[in-house]
């Protein structure tokens, strides 16, 4: 696990840091079973109450799906109806401890939908937004994300595929708050140690009623199962492949 996730303890907190800078923390199969080990990790020990994930380094928080993994060039992948990323963020969803994601560079497709999917959003000014998985023929963040920035914002940003930065996702209510790159992590902390000192039932079940009043399971599931009819289609493999060529140059 401690190779491409780095895990430690501050306090009452569970720090998950995706280490692949290479990739800029883009989930393949590893990463994702490593993401969901941990959660597994946290949700079993009494002394974590928050889980803070990011990723090492402050150039990229998760750049999302590996994509020569989910284009075959490289081995990996669990199921080819459904990427890593998405077992990752899955598992995020499920997740009944309260987690912070301070998103720190990059944070693009799977990576995006890996923030949304956690309860608080904090962000470096550095930090650049893309939902392209129209444009890879795919269903990206559909589900999740009007409840954040509204159904407007969200057609648009979705629709568009378009990149937007920090001040943008500020303004629209993705993240909670911007901070200088070096203080991104410690703020993040912070407000674990603010959220550790209540009462751990209280603010698990507060979560719990809150997604309840907002979070459409149906939706959910409609975007998974759309997705694994759009995978793996004519017009999404040769999207997905030129794509994975302008990226990665293979």
């Known amino acids: 696990m401690g190779e491409v996730l780095r895990t430690r303890r501050e306090g009452a ?10 990739r800029h923390h883009a989930i393949n199969a590893a990463l994702a079973d490593a993401l969901i080990a941990a959660f597994d990790m946290a949700e079993a020990d009494d002394d974590v109450r928050v889980v803070v994930v990011s990723g090492a380094g402050e150039r990229a928080f998760c750049a999302g799906q590996d994509m020569l993994e989910a284009s075959g060039v490289e081995a990996g992948a669990r199921d080819a109806k459904v990427s890593s990323a998405m077992f ?3 598992r995020v969803e499920r997740c009944r401890l309260p987690v912070i994601a ?8 799977g990576g ?8 608080i959003r904090l962000g470096a000014h550095t930090a650049s937004f893309r ?5 890879y023929g795919l269903v990206v963040g559909a589900a999740a994300l009007p409840r954040l920035v509204g159904a407007a914002k969200a057609k ?13 996702a500020l303004a629209c ?13 410690p703020a993040a902390l912070d407000m674990a140690a603010a959220i550790a000192a209540n009462s751990p ?19 959910c599931e409609a975007e998974r199962a759309i997705n694994r009819e759009l995978r793996g289609s004519t017009e999404q493999s040769a999207r997905f492949r030129d794509a994975t060529r302008r990226v990665t140059g293979r």
């Open 112 to 119: 995006a939908a890996l923030a949304i999917a956690c309860d």
């Open 156 to 168: 648009e940003l979705i629709f568009t595929a378009r990149r937007f930065d920090a001040a943008e």
């Open 131 to 135: 939902l392209p998985g129209a444009e």
């Open 88 to 90: 990752a963020v899955e």
């Open 173 to 185: 209510g993705l993240l909670n708050a911007v901070h200088e790159p070096a203080s991104l992590l």
């Open 201 to 219: 039932r209280a603010v698990q079940e507060s979560k719990r009623i809150i997604d309840r009043a907002t979070l459409v399971e149906a939706a």
């Open 13 to 22: 907190a569970l720090v998950l840091e995706l280490n692949r800078p290479e």
């Open 102 to 109: 301070a998103v720190n560079g990059y944070c693009f497709g």
